[in-house]
């Protein structure tokens, strides 16, 4: 992805800290709804499938309240989905600056199959309610089974056939993309920890190589689940009150399937919270690691007791503790992935901080070129009629104005060439007609010997 490194500019110390924030912020909005809009989409198609297959309502409507409520509408699909991951690929392009390595551009394309993702998960929950809605008239029109298959015009029954589908075509090709958004995901992220590796890296099939994205792939999987089987209990028993219109059946069903799939998640995710540890590369390790990776681990467990209350003993009280301290564990475990990478990249950092300030002093010398013109004469002969270094004379001393141009020879230039009123106690000063040459060699000697008098 050339053009990626086209668009980054080396950025300083300061800037890459403000970077890293930015980075740990858009994970935290990206992952958990990732792991919510992968994990719906994926249970309510196998959910509509088997609904479907076997004639079952409970699960097909179960199916449609599960994408209706993890995936929202598009408009969040696109804020908390695209744009974040987005600004995740951006950051890592900045934080990897001139580093010959895959990481940004699988990031990049994570990013495309996001946005592609997105439009199949809406159409896929938008045939369910078109289809509701044609369920609904069915049951008002008052008219009985037999008399429907009669008396609905060809066309529309035509239409409800193409819609199932489309329903089921959208549910698989979005499941199929946000795969493919897991694994260049995984495959990233990564990477970007090998620093002492990164020449191992430099096409996509070396990613499916890498022993690390295939578990980090996993990992995502199983925090997938379990976030994707609390969102369910916590949307629909516990966020404003739950879903009002459940009758009993429906509603144990519910708790029964989500508490389940969230507790065999939760209670998996301990495994791979201690496998993504021992087989992170030493370049990344550090106390803070451990420290964040023990913390998810103690929430997690914490998790798993408040979700087994409820499966147990359908203590619901608990379903909104385990959810956001579900978000809390995200919260470690982005924490203990960035420090691994601000470890393993300090070097990389601290070269593009270099670079930076490199840039930052050819930009000041380069475009200034006083060849063949004497400041110190321009000086001698306009200037010093009206202005010395340490006094004032017509002018304000020079060792007092020169300095709040802070050795911008540009900025400095140009307001000689075109001086303006400053200050009140003094006339203003008149142009003194220079070139923008003569200006930039005055402005050059001026900042020079105020500098240097120091
Ligand atoms: C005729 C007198 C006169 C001459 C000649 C003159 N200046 Fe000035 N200069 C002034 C006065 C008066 C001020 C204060 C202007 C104001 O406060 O608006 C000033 C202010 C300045 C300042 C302060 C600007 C700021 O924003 O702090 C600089 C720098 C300066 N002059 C540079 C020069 C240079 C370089 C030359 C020669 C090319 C020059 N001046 C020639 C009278 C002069």
Redesign the pocket.
């Known amino acids: 992805m050339d053009f990626l490194n086209n668009l980054v500019i080396p950025a300083t110390t300061q800037h890459l800290n403000l970077l890293k924030i930015i980075l740990v912020l858009a994970m935290m909005i990206f992952l958990p709804f990732f792991g919510m809009i992968f994990g719906g989409t994926a249970f309510s198609m196998i959910f509509n499938a088997y609904g479907r297959k076997n004639n079952k309502p409970l699960f097909i409507r179960f199916a449609k309240d599960i994408i209706d409520k993890l995936a929202i509408n598009r408009f969040v699909g696109v804020g908390l989905g695209v744009i974040p991951l987005l600004a995740i690929t951006f950051c890592y392009a900045q934080l990897m600056f001139e580093v010959q390595v895959i990481s940004v551009s699988l990031l990049f394309v994570a990013t495309l199959f996001m946005a592609l993702a997105v439009n199949f998960v809406y159409s896929f929950q938008n045939t369910f309610q078109i289809e509701l809605l044609i369920e609904t008239f069915k049951n008002i029109s008052g008219l009985k089974k037999h008399e429907l298959e009669t008396k609905i015009p060809e066309d529309i029954s035509d239409y409800e056939f193409d819609l199932k589908n489309t329903n089921s075509n959208s549910g698989l090709y979005a499941f199929v993309l946000l795969l493919l958004t897991a694994i260049f995901f995984a495959g990233g992220t990564s990477i970007a920890l090998f620093s002492d590796r990164y020449q191992d890296f430099q096409n996509i099939a070396q990613m499916f190589l890498s022993g690390a994205t295939f578990l980090n792939f996993l990992f995502i999987i199983v925090l997938s689940i379990t976030v994707t089987g609390s969102a369910i209990l916590f949307f629909f028993f516990s966020w404003q009150g739950g879903l009002h219109d459940m009758d009993v059946e429906y509603s144990n069903f519910a708790k029964k399937i989500a508490g389940n799939i969230a507790f065999t998640g939760a209670a998996i995710l301990p495994v791979f919270l201690f496998l993504s540890f021992i087989m992170m590369p030493n370049v990344a390790l550090s106390g803070s690691v451990f420290i964040y990776t023990g913390l998810a681990f103690v929430s997690i467990l914490i998790i798993c007791n408040f979700l087994y209350a409820v499966i147990k003993n359908s203590e619901m009280k608990y379903i909104g503790a385990a959810f956001y301290l579900l978000i809390l564990a995200f919260g470690f475990i982005i924490m203990k992935n960035q420090t691994a990478f601000g470890t393993a990249s300090y070097k990389n950092l601290a070269a593009i901080n270099i670079r930076a300030e490199e840039i930052e002093k050819e930009k000041k010398g380069k475009t200034i070129n006083t060849a063949g013109v004497n400041g110190e004469e321009?000086?001698t002969r306009?200037?010093s009629?009206?202005?010395k270094f340490d006094a004032k004379l017509?002018?304000?001393p020079?060792n007092e104005?020169?300095p709040?141009f802070n050795g911008d020879v540009k900025k400095?230039s140009a307001?000689?060439q075109s001086?303006?009123?400053?200050?009140p106690d003094?006339?203003?000063?008149?142009n003194?007609g220079?070139k923008p040459k003569e200006a930039d060699a005055?402005?050059k000697y001026?900042i020079d010997k105020v500098s240097g008098g120091k």
């Not at 001086?419 to 200050?423: A, C, L």
């Not at 003094?426 to 008149?430: F, K, N, S, V």
Request: hydrophobic letters at 55%; a positive charge; proline letters at 16%.
């Open positions: 321009i000086f306009i200037c009629a009206c202005h017509v002018g304000p020079y104005t020169v709040t400095l307001w000689i001086p303006t009123k400053v200050f003094y006339p203003a000063m008149p003194p220079l005055v402005a001026l």
